[in-house]
């Protein structure tokens, strides 16, 4: 009697119920959900800070957008090539390439530090857009020479460095 229902079950689930489950069925991407398209400021409602960052590096990647440098201001982000660091004045000095059309583009250049814990990123150089290898941290605990640091000058001298930070690890 037991085996007799068990059949029957398993007869029935695989009939009915695993075609619903095993069907593809499109899914919306999330964005899109709720009125939460990619012009509404909704659009990183319930999304992580860590995805709305990676999301964000696409817009100033040379290969994702080639023009961004183009009439740089300080509301878009540098390259900062980490060549020295001191960890106790919160200063790196670096060259910064890109921009390359300002006063500071391809010198040795001391940046103050004041990247957000919330807001920095580190990513690997080989696969920047695979995923973070590390969030919410102070960048110059796990800065090294030959990194580079990606962020928004505060000024337009850009003499500190902040915002939104992202480390770029080369090794």
Known sequence: MVIAVFT??????????????????????????GGK???????NVGR?????????MKVFSASENPDYFLNW??????????EEIDKIANDIVVKILPPQDQ?????RWTLHVQCPKDKTLAVSAQNTFRGALDYNFNILDKAEVG????????EEECLNIGNKCYLVVRK
Request: overall charge positive; hydrophobic content about 40%.
């Open 73 to 82: 201001s300080k509301d878009k982000v540098i390259f900062a090539h980490i």
């Open 48 to 56: 992580g800070m860590e995805e709305q960052l990676l999301e964000e």
């Open 8 to 33: 029957l079950v398993t007869v029935f689930v695989s009939i009915k119920l695993l075609p619903l489950v095993t069907t593809k069925q499109p899914i919306p991407p999330a964005n899109n959900a």
């Open 147 to 154: 990194n580079i640091i990606i962020g928004y000058c505060l």
């Open 37 to 43: 398209g990619p012009t509404s400021p909704f659009r």
């Open 103 to 107: 006063p500071f583009s391809s010198k």
